[in-house]
């Protein structure tokens, strides 16, 4: 334990850093680092297990900055407690090519957990992580070997406490009693537009004690010993999260600027730097850590100590426990099971002889079914719709505050929530999360989706309901835009499958894949194709020759999922009428892209310039594959409220319709 004035040089290193990386970057948030200095000095010091000589160290304790811009107080930490973030990298603070993004981007080689910024969905990751961990431990510990036992802790500000997805997830949070979540709310009464008071009055300690918190209220944030003393009671209280709030100022320690907002996203300006370095009593030069300081930081030798302690404990487990520790092992690594290979194809080859109708959200439950009992860390849930998204599968157990160990969450209808809890799970380790819920509401989930595809997480969104073809619930709940919308996020697989075939392969390759999957699935019945043992072997590569004609094609039907027996039906019309037309189902445009080029020239070969994709959706993604000669059959407006049928019926998606659409395409010179 370090006396108050020496805590206060600690933490005054931090406010350094932060203003002087922003100074020199002339962008960035400076309030928040020095606001927040003092308890991010405690509990690093204190608390916090970790081992910066090993990022990956699974039995780590888990920290997230959810107010993500104040990132340099995450970069200053990490440099002075000796992960591999160099001066250098604090210099090169938010530019192109740095390791010191503007806000933290997900890189555990330098211990940064998560990629934070849009706020509140730190707080949700943390909930996922603290989450994991105790089902990690209901499953792996042992009497007398705990050896998965560590803490979540997230700094969070006022945004965060705005932000609904907060309430999502810490509503969950605490019907979840999940005891090793600690959170610090940065309570500086400042956000961007100045003083929260017009337009933030929240009882927060309130708010959190209804969702069953432990709340600590009026810790002094600039106070090691108030903010000791919290942590403390947040570490007596085992079964609930606790809500440390903690007041501070934003801006801490530069004299004309604390305390406003003017501190919050800008340089301080050299003049204000240079005052707060007089008032804060700092006389080093900027990007200088004196050595007396850097010591007092240095965190490597208790880190080894402490993980080569653990390891004695995981040894120990190993030699008794020799199967559970080799799985443990396996999944915090994140490799699938031996043997998993041989799963697949068994179950592959069997969803290949599938005959008659079926919605594919059924199709899926069966993969499900298949490949979840192999797969114990394949974490199921649904934003309450599990009869309707068929996540459920027969190995589902439901996870709950007093059994933890379960392998499906009931995350209630919180779909944003759902999302970030998921990343956060995936974040941690050791199970693979997916969700379900209607394929229109992933707007609601939408930017935790793209914050999985950022981060490249191996989260799988179970979407079903995939177009106008649900039916009666009509157009608040019939996707039209949402399948190209999705389609175009950067590192996001989507499939949409035509049956249970293709639903085998796409659940394969969501679980083989590193980075996330959306599974966009039927609720209405549609029939199985026949496929040679080749065709069978191509779906994997994200479309394929379905059916094709004698000789060379003049004609390509493109489809997906309910469109592709449409499609198949339209070209046998076509064919009777003298055409040859083939048809390619295309269940991931994203992974077809992805295969070679001679491949994709066999499957759309550029000397067939006549095209029509069909799709219930809307138009725009396929335009790059049906080029300027071909023609599209989507959506152009909102569905309606009818029997699903009819609504296909009505909006085109008729053979009379395909036909026609190709033979005008066909007639055009
Ligand atoms: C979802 C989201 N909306 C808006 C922003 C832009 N933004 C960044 S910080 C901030 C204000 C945050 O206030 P607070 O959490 O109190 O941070 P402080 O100023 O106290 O550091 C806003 C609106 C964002 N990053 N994420
Ligand atoms: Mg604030």
New binding site residues.
């Given amino acids: 334990m370090s006396t108050s004035s020496h805590r206060r040089l600690l933490a005054n290193a931090i406010r350094a850093l932060a203003m002087d990386a922003v100074q020199k970057a002339n962008s960035g ?1 400076p ?2 680092p020095m ?1 927040m200095a003092d308890i991010a000095e405690v509990l690093w010091n204190d608390h916090l297990k970790h081992n910066p000589g090993n990022p990956h160290w699974p039995d780590r304790d888990r920290f997230v900055i959810s ?4 990132s340099m107080l995450l970069y200053a930490l990490l440099n002075l407690t000796g992960y591999p973030l160099t001066m250098d990298d604090i210099r090169g603070f938010r530019q192109l090519g740095s390791h010191t993004a503007g806000h933290p981007e997900h890189d555990l080689h330098l211990g940064i957990e998560t990629t934070t ?4 969905q730190g707080l949700a990751n943390a909930v996922g992580m603290a989450l994991t961990e105790k089902n990690l431990a209901a499953n792996f510990n042992r009497p007398g070997h705990e050896i998965v036992d560590h803490r979540t802790w997230v700094f ?5 406490l705005m ?1 609904g997805v907060s309430h999502e997830a810490c509503s969950l949070a605490g019907t979840l009693k999940l005891g090793k979540l600690t959170a610090f709310y ?1 309570d ?1 009464g ?3 537009d100045g003083e ?1 008071h017009g337009w933030f009055t929240d009882d927060t300690p309130k708010r959190f004690e209804a969702y069953g918190w432990h709340v600590v209220r009026d810790v002094d944030g600039h106070d090691p010993q108030a903010v000791e003393a919290a942590i403390a009671a947040a570490l007596s209280v085992t079964d609930r999260p606790s809500l440390l709030c903690c007041k501070t100022i ?1 801006g801490f320690g530069a004299p004309n600027k604390q305390g406003t ?1 003017s501190t ?2 800008a340089a301080l300006g050299v003049d204000e730097v240079a005052a707060a370095r007089k008032h804060l009593g700092w006389t080093s030069e900027p990007f200088v850590i004196p050595d007396e300081i850097r010591r007092g930081w240095d965190a490597r030798a208790r880190g080894a100590e402490a993980e080569g302690a653990w390891q004695k404990r995981f040894n120990a487990y190993a030699a008794q426990f020799p199967e559970l520790a080799a799985d443990y092992q396996r999944r915090v690594e994140g490799r699938l099971p031996a043997g998993w290979s041989d799963v697949v194809k068994a179950h592959v080859a069997q969803a290949a002889q599938a005959t008659g109708s079926l919605a594919t959200r059924q199709c899926s439950q069966q993969s499900l079914n298949a490949y979840g009992p192999g797969l114990p860390e394949l974490f199921g849930g649904s934003a309450d719709l599990t009869p309707s998204n068929n996540t459920n599968r027969k190995d589902s157990k439901t996870l709950t505050a007093t059994d933890v160990s379960g392998n499906y969450l009931h995350y209630g209808v919180r779909e944003f929530g759902m999302a970030a809890i998921m990343n956060g799970i995936a974040l941690h380790g050791g199970l693979i999360p997916y969700g379900g819920t209607f394929l229109v509401f992933s707007d609601y989930a939408r ?1 935790g989706m793209r914050m999985s595809a950022i981060m490249k997480q191996r989260v799988i969104y179970v979407m079903t309901h995939d177009s106008i073809g649900l039916g009666e619930d009509g157009p608040t709940h019939q996707p039209v835009e949402h399948i190209p919308s999705l389609r175009i996020i950067p590192n996001m697989t989507l499939w949409r499958p035509c049956d249970a075939l293709e639903t085998a392969v796409a659940w394969s390759d969501a679980i083989e894949r590193h980075g996330p999957t959306i599974l966009a699935l039927t609720r209405q019945a549609i029939p199985a194709q026949t496929r040679s043992a080749a065709q069978v072997e191509a779906v994997r590569r994200g479309g394929y020759v379905l059916k094709d004609c004698e000789g060379a094609p003049e004609l390509i039907l493109i489809a997906t999922g309910s469109e592709v027996a449409l499609a198949v039906d339209a070209a046998q019309v076509l064919q009777q009428k003298g055409r040859r037309v083939r048809v390619v189902s295309m269940p991931c445009t994203s992974v077809f892209d992805a295969q070679d080029a001679a491949y994709r020239e066999q499957v759309l070969p550029r000397a067939v310039e006549k095209r029509v994709a069909i799709e219930a959706a809307a138009p725009e993604t396929w335009w790059r594959y049906v080029g300027t000669r071909g023609a599209v059959v989507a959506m152009h407006s909102f569905g309606a409220s009818g029997v699903g049928k009819d609504l296909f019926r009505h909006f085109g998606f008729t053979v009379d319709n395909v036909v026609s659409t190709a033979e005008r395409v066909l007639s055009e010179k």
């Fill in positions: 948030h309030g928040m606001g107010n993500g811009h104040g910024g849009p706020l509140g969070l500000g006022d945004g965060c932000e940065d500086n400042i956000s961007i929260v934003i907002e919050h996203g930017n």
